[in-house]
């Protein structure tokens, strides 16, 4: 070992961590450690992979360009970068950075099945298929190959084509217990139980104790809305394999869903320990427990957000009457004179735009940020705001050198409950007299509360206290319908502060 490198074991402790989901501490001691050996490009990239996990994706870009100055001819970070801005929503650049990765490593069939699943997402079934047969060519033997083309159909949403792949390797290979479980969820996606069952029961003749195939028959009861015959079928799966926490965590969702807080917080627990990284699990159980943490997990509320994006807006404003940001402007309609006006507005946790369009007229200039790339990408459709950064509100705020005089951010503090460093980054980047116009889930008691449904309520006594710490004032508040919950409208905190 050199003296001017750190020690393996400092860079194995770093490893450990993140892979056990402890982000936030690899990330401050690998900056400690970058400090002290600023050329070491193992520490960067461990700083870069925390900041991405953290959901922090533009500031891992900006690291994991730095390191691609220095040595750009490492494969796996133009990787890392491509992923980086996958989820950033600049499916451009991703694209061209995984093609860099595949030119430096063009044996990898990883990165060649990568690049292909970036030019699905971007519609380039073309492409696709070329990176595909490519890492196919590379491994023929490997069973990912044709389910790269299977994933590709599924993707492009051809149910029936993606089917027909699963039956040609079926007749290849007619007591292929792992196909005829796969033949069964592809029936299950094209919405045909029988033949979907009938595939399933003949793997199972033929290989009765597969993890794999428990599982897979509880997805299937699960969206059949059977949820007994799922939980059985999910529980048999951990029998068989008592390390299968996805099992564990598929019982633990029903479990909570049906009310059976218990006997879901015992499941989540054994996820928990098969897997400390499964942010979500680990939210959920906090929440169960009646544990107030910090604030919901960066991953957990993109993910969330990326999978929910395009249901979203039927969801919310159809089905559960959401109506933050109409109440919220209403209120500052009356308490506003006519005609005010703002020079640059921000909208915190933008999703799709519903706030932005709300807003939209009475400010000169409105960037939006979000977490969530999908969210993004359909509020960029909307064509309201002037600019939009995937990225935590916080650094969003700080990292920004416009002194907005118009904060706005509907529905988004139920994902962070401790909102000290949200006041405090407003504060510091608000124009002389900036309004800050906001909704809460309502809290009557206390500061903040992480509720059994995952997300954060705040009293009013709490911003009044944030208010205080931070020199704002309560303009105008009221409790509102925000959104209806199991059948009730939750009431909502709308607030206007001045800072
Ligand atoms: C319920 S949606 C509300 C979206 C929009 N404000 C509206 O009223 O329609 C919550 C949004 O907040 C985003 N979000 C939650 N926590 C965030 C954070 N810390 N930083 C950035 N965005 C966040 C989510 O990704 C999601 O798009």
New binding site residues.
Partial sequence: MKADEPAKKQLDALVKLLDRGRDHDALSRAARLSRKYPDNLFVLNIIASAYGKLGEHDKAIRVFESIRSRDPEIPQLHHNLAISFFRTGRLNEATTAMKEAVRLDPLNTTLQSNLGAMYLVGSDVMGARDAFAAAAQLAPDSPDAQWNFERMERAARNLRKAALIVEDALHENPNDPVLLCKAGSSYSHLGDPKSAMKYFQRSRELDPDSPELYFHIGQFWKKNKQMGKAVQAFERATELNPSYSDAFAQIGSILKKAGHTDRAINCYERVLEISPENVEVAHFLSAMKGETTDT?P?QY?TDL?DSYASRFEANLVGDLEYR??EVLRKMLDAALSDGARFKAGIDL????G??GMAFRDVLDHLAG????AN?VGLAEEKGVYDRLTVS??VSAISDSDVAFDFFLS???FV??GDLEDLFAAVRENAAQGALFVFSTEDLEEGTFALLPSGRYAHSRDYIAKMCDRHDMKIVDFGRHPLRMEFGKMLVGGYYILRT
Wanted: with cysteine; proline share 4%; charged share 10%.
């Fill in positions: 919901a960066a509320v957000f933050g940001p946790g933008c999703g799709t519903l706030s940020v979000d977490l969530s969210m935590d509100v509907t529905d988004v994902y962070v």
